[in-house]
């Protein structure tokens, strides 16, 4: 069973900035597809940003675009969100989802389509 580890989670003010970090225990990243959802309270869980194996196609959902950035580094063996520009409606709890796939460029939106999940890490935005 792959361990998903999730890190980088606070409390940050409206305007801040805060960088996730997740990590595929014993895996190597390479060989996944990474995505970030989150879950508010009272909320189904939704999409947020998706990477593909290579890195070289990421897509957002549209409440981040130009605010978030999804990002790799397979030497290192993370897959990172940065969130910028983070408004109260952001709070929620972050969660990062991983997908073995030969595919190199494809990104996977739905969270059907990921078999590996973190615990989560909170993300709390004060006005």
């Known amino acids: 069973q792959v361990q998903v580890e999730e890190s980088g989670g606070g409390l940050v003010q409206a305007g801040g900035s805060l960088r996730l970090a997740c990590a595929p225990s014993?895996?190597?990243?390479?060989?996944?597809?990474m995505g970030w959802f989150r879950q508010a309270p009272g909320k189904e869980r939704e999409f947020v940003a998706a990477?593909?194996?290579?890195?070289?196609?990421?897509t957002y959902t549209n409440s981040v675009k130009g605010r978030g950035s999804i990002s790799r580094d397979n030497a290192k063996n993370t897959a990172y969100l940065q969130m910028n520009n983070l408004k109260p409606e952001d709070t929620a709890v972050y969660y990062c989802?991983?997908?073995?796939?030969?595919?190199?460029?494809?990104?996977?939106?739905?969270?059907?389509?990921?078999?590996?999940w973190g615990q989560g890490t909170q993300v709390t935005v004060s006005s």
């Open positions: 989802a991983a997908r073995y796939t030969v595919e190199s460029n494809t990104r996977y939106v739905d969270d059907s389509q990921y078999p590996h």
């Open positions: 014993g895996r190597t990243l390479s060989t996944y597809a």
């Open positions: 990477i593909s194996r290579s890195g070289s196609a990421t």
